[in-house]
């Protein structure tokens, strides 16, 4: 592979009038401009656009930073984020947040250090504005775009790009009550994770319309994330407590997952004595016995949507605050579908 020696040794220049040359710079008298071009197309050289934007002072490469890179969820994301941003000639950098502010400030300190052209937060944790907005307008200023994904980071005067978890929940939830599976419970995290209000919000608005009293018995927070041991744990918590349920929604797939487990391994017949619905619509869900009725993310277009947007603002565009992607409702053996 040809590099730029060899271009300026063909050509008879130096190294630096051909970088010259390659980054249009216009301090090249054209005599030598043309023996660059020439050299570097019989040579077949390809420029590196990395080096070429760290010579610039910006870099091709924008950071993911996801919030727990073991949820399934992120796997989905992420796929889909990476291809957009390579077919718009960026490279796309992961780091995993482990759920740690810690880690999500160094990262964001650290931006102008590390090149970086963009920063995308995949995260569902809640992010303190009073402490994270100082660093989000430093990254502004210094042309650093930063869109959140996954949530809404309007308080931080960050564009977002996320599912609409509580229409999807509610949607879940109104099933769940209509075909008659009445008491509901909700397994999942709220207190820490922003989605996870989201979503616990399309449940309670879900009761209120079918004037059903919200019981904080049903309502379990999970303190294991969004895994499957803590849904398992959950539900055999309440279990063992004698809490009557037919249906539990959980705010993972891993959740109602676990959860789900933990019922058969009591002997409960699902969906028979109780039902079952998770969110995130990951792949093997449907090949599990019974199969996992799940609220779906449109990831394709979520990939797409946030390549535009983060284009729009590197350009200097103005963007929307927020662009709601809808979810799907797919309904499989656990709800009797």
Not at 120 to 147: N, Q, T, W, Y
Not at 169 to 183: D, E, V, W
Request: hydrophobic share 40%; aromatic share 8%; with cysteine.
């Amino acid at each position: 592979m040809a590099t730029v020696f060899d271009v300026a040794q063909r050509a008879g220049v130096s190294a630096t009038t051909v970088s010259r040359v390659l980054l249009g710079r216009n301090i090249v008298t054209p005599e030598k401009r043309a023996r660059v071009l020439e050299a570097a197309k019989a040579l077949g050289y390809q420029p590196n656009p990395m080096a070429q934007g760290l010579r610039m002072g910006r870099g091709h490469s924008v950071a993911l930073l996801v919030g727990d890179i073991e949820q399934n969820i992120y796997s989905a994301l992420t796929k889909h984020v990476q291809a957009a941003f390579e077919a718009s000639g960026f490279e796309l950098l992961l780091f995993n947040l482990g759920h740690s502010q810690d880690r999500l400030r160094g990262l964001l300190e650290r931006a102008v250090a590390l090149r970086l052209r963009g920063i995308c937060i995949a995260s569902g944790d809640v992010i303190p504005a009073r402490e994270f907005k100082p660093l989000m307008h430093g990254l502004a200023e210094r042309h650093i775009p930063v869109i959140g994904l996954h949530q809404r980071l309007d308080g931080l005067g960050v564009p977002s790009v996320a599912h609409d978890d509580g229409a999807g929940t509610f949607r879940a939830i109104q099933h769940l009550i209509r075909s008659g599976r009445t008491p509901v419970a909700y397994l999942g995290r709220i207190k820490y994770s922003a989605t996870g209000r989201e979503r616990f919000r399309g449940y309670q608005a879900a009761l209120a319309e079918a004037g059903i009293a919200e019981d904080p018995a049903l309502v379990w927070e999970s303190q294991q994330r969004y895994r499957y041991e803590a849904g398992y744990e959950e539900m055999s918590r309440a279990l063992d407590r004698g809490i009557a349920v037919r249906a539990v929604f959980g705010a993972s797939d891993e959740l109602a997952l676990g959860a789900m487990a933990a019922a058969l391994d009591r002997g409960l017949r699902v969906p028979e004595d109780i039902a079952f619905v998770g969110f995130g619509g990951i792949g093997w869900g449907q090949h599990v016995r019974p199969s996992l009725t799940t609220i779906a993310g449109d990831w394709p277009e979520f990939g797409k949507r946030v390549s535009e947007i983060f284009l729009a603002l590197d350009e200097g565009k103005p963007v929307p605050r927020r662009s709601v992607i809808e979810t799907r409702f797919i309904e499989r053996q656990s709800t009797g579908g």
